[in-house]
């Protein structure tokens, strides 16, 4: 089975050719980080334009690299949502056209179900169900992953994901853009008990996550402390309350095989040595992805989209790109402006 898979929810533009038996074919990725760079963040605008000039000379180069041609692949799978409009409908208009010109099914993935399914690539030994810490710059979610298609919300953030309070916290540091990784550097320099930083919702009866607070609290203190301290010290007090969210959720997820994270912040060397103890105290597995399939990419895409198709789910070629679309449709409706899904 191969499966063309295209990314273009946010400022990543990808192709990607993956085989059923989790072999990457080909893998082309064109990052945006030079236009975006003076504005300190994705400009959706930007993004869409780019996504649009990237993804055809993608795509032929993944082919090319695979050694095949669009009528040996099996099926299209391509990003319907959720993300950044204008870019999730170059990738999906792109996808359709592909499949229908090939005469192939489409597959319209949840760009969150990529990344929740992404550990099963790198990883043949994980099995349904597992706990899944889902952190990124737009999501920071709790979901036992039951099988394909089928997850159950367990914790959402309220208000801002930890990737954006990443993000956030770069830009008032002028540490630079992408946010994550400058946050990280800096703060293998800093102290992490120097600032005296938030922890919302730690030990809360409440399941979710907040950083709204904890964004907050850094930009007054710009200035008083050195700069790579406060990165730290942000650093620790996020990390603090994932572990602190995910051990409550533990106690939710019966009959989970492993704790796995996923998603752009699972790159992060910090948060992922607090969640391989915690699996460890708990007597579980812990699975991360490489980190190369952590931030967006179309491995994933493809990856899920085989996935779905070996389970018979295929889509219409009117299914209709999504700026919100919740792996969890009928999870509880959670306070907070800032929820995203």
């Known amino acids: 089975m191969l499966?063309?898979?295209l990314e273009s929810s946010c400022d990543e533009t990808a192709a990607a050719i993956v085989t059923g038996d989790r072999q990457v074919l080909a893998h082309r990725l064109a990052g945006q980080e030079s236009e975006h760079r003076p504005y300190g963040g994705v400009v959706p605008e930007i993004a869409a334009r780019a996504h649009v000039e990237a993804l055809e000379p993608l795509v032929q180069a993944a082919l090319s690299d695979a050694g095949v041609?669009?009528?040996?692949?099996?099926?299209?799978a391509a990003t319907a949502g959720p993300g950044l409009i204008g870019g999730v409908m170059v990738g999906l208009v792109t996808g359709k056209a592909l499949a229908h010109a090939a005469g192939k099914p489409l597959v319209a993935v949840n760009h969150l179900e990529g990344h929740a399914l992404s550990p099963r690539l790198a990883d043949p030994n994980l099995a349904f169900p597992y706990l899944l810490l889902l952190v990124s710059g737009g999501h920071c979610q709790l979901l036992l992953v039951e099988e394909v298609g089928s997850y159950r919300r367990l914790a959402t953030t309220i208000d801002d994901a930890a990737g954006e309070a990443f993000d956030k916290t770069a830009k008032l540091l002028g540490l630079g853009f992408p946010g994550g990784p400058a946050v990280e550097r800096a703060a293998k320099a800093g102290n992490p008990t120097a600032v005296p930083l938030p922890r919302p919702l730690l030990r809360s009866s409440e399941p979710h996550f907040s950083f709204?607070?904890?964004?907050?609290?850094?930009?007054?203190?710009?200035?008083?402390?050195?700069?790579?301290?406060?990165?730290?010290?942000?650093?620790?007090?996020?990390?603090?309350?994932?572990?602190?969210?995910?051990?409550?959720?533990?106690?939710?997820?019966?009959?989970a095989t492993a704790l796995v994270v996923a998603g752009?912040?699972?790159?992060?060397?910090?948060?992922?040595?607090?969640?391989?103890?915690?699996?460890?105290?708990n007597g579980l597995r812990f699975v991360a992805p490489p980190l190369w399939l952590c931030t967006d990419n179309a491995a994933m895409i493809a990856w899920a989209g085989a996935e779905r198709f070996s389970a018979g789910l295929v889509d219409p070629l009117d299914t209709p790109a999504r700026a919100r679309w919740p792996l969890d449709p009928n999870a509880e409706a959670v306070r907070g402006a800032g929820v995203k899904a």
């Open 212 to 255: 709204a607070g904890l964004k907050a609290a850094v930009a007054r203190v710009i200035g008083e402390y050195p700069p790579e301290d406060i990165a730290a010290s942000f650093q620790a007090a996020v990390v603090d309350c994932l572990i602190d969210r995910t051990r409550r959720a533990l106690a939710q997820a019966n009959g």
């Open 264 to 281: 752009g912040v699972a790159a992060n060397t910090a948060v992922r040595d607090a969640l391989s103890s915690l699996a460890s105290a």
């Open 69 to 76: 041609t669009l009528a040996d692949v099996d099926a299209v």
């Open 3 to 5: 499966i063309l898979g």
